[in-house]
């Protein structure tokens, strides 16, 4: 009598990715990052769309409404927006030549677009300011104007996308690029059909990154602003407002409005993200 071998386990017996139980290790890690974010994220969010709707929707209705509150919204939405496509060209060829070009320099450009990080956003305004101020010593005068909050939102959102293409550009194997020279294509036809693909999804993750930032950027643009009513006044600083003047359901309903606005365009951008990700 002969034993038969058990069947041999093939990929449809297999459990599905994520369907095994936890062990008690990775059980107790997902229970305090979940901990960790719901004090530092879920939480207090909840509480800012407690307080927006503390006077029932009537109230947070009206509040959302008010023409200045809907001229800041406008006019964060649509710089954020700008920001994050032009930060998506120029952060694109900034990373280009830090990866790809041998250069004088090339250190000092490498710690120049890490400088947002480390400089506090109002030194940042500090210095747009006495650039570009009514002052200024090269005649540009940006102050109280709409392409001085987009001058200070560049500033800001600049390393973004920088930072997320280089680390791509830098795992991305030659081959193919030299193999499309070789059969005749230019680099702009090399770039649009090889490099890019590869790069979008990196892109994306940037410009989703300086979208976030510029929504709710305040110390930059507080001073170059002028925060002119219906003109250069961004939603952070309509927020900082409303908390001077006591309306406090005012200021959460605008951020109710900013959380929500913001939460689109990134889960819009994700979805183009995973897009492009399966595309290439």
């Known amino acids: 009598m002969s034993l038969l071998a058990p069947p041999a386990r093939t990929r449809a017996h297999e459990a599905e990715p994520g369907t095994e139980p936890l062990r008690p290790g990775p059980a107790a890690g997902l ?3 979940v901990l960790w974010l719901s004090v530092l994220v879920l939480l207090p969010l909840a509480a800012v769309v407690v307080k927006a709707t503390g006077a029932g929707w009537a109230g947070f209705a009206r509040a959302v409404t008010d023409r200045e509150e809907f001229a800041a919204l406008r006019l964060t939405v649509l710089s954020a927006l700008a920001v994050s496509a032009v930060n998506a060209v120029f952060g694109t060829l900034i990373a280009w030549v830090l990866v790809r070009d041998r250069f004088a320099g090339q250190r000092v450009l490498e710690v120049l677009v890490d400088l947002p990080f480390a400089l506090p956003t109002i030194v940042a305004g500090l210095v747009l300011l006495s650039l570009y101020g009514p002052d200024s010593p090269i005649g540009l005068h940006a102050y109280a104007t709409r392409p001085g909050v987009l001058l200070a939102l560049l500033f800001v959102t600049l390393p973004f996308v920088v930072r997320s293409v280089q680390p791509v550009l830098l795992a991305l194997e030659t081959d193919a690029e030299e193999a499309a020279r070789s059969l005749g294509a230019g680099p702009v036809s090399t770039f649009r059909r090889i490099v890019l693909p590869a790069l979008l999804p990196a892109i994306l993750s940037g410009a989703a990154l300086a979208f976030g930032r510029a929504m709710g950027e305040y110390g930059s643009v507080v001073l170059i602003s002028g925060q002119v009513q219906y003109r250069t006044e961004v939603a952070s600083l309509y927020v ?18 900013l959380l929500a606005v913001s939460l689109l365009v990134l889960a819009g951008l994700g979805l183009l993200r995973r897009w492009a990700a399966r595309r290439g």
Do not use: E, I, P, R
């Open 240 to 257: 900082y407002k409303q908390v001077q003047d006591d309306d406090l359901a005012g200021a959460a309903s605008t951020a109710v409005v």
């Open 31 to 33: 229970g305090l990052a």
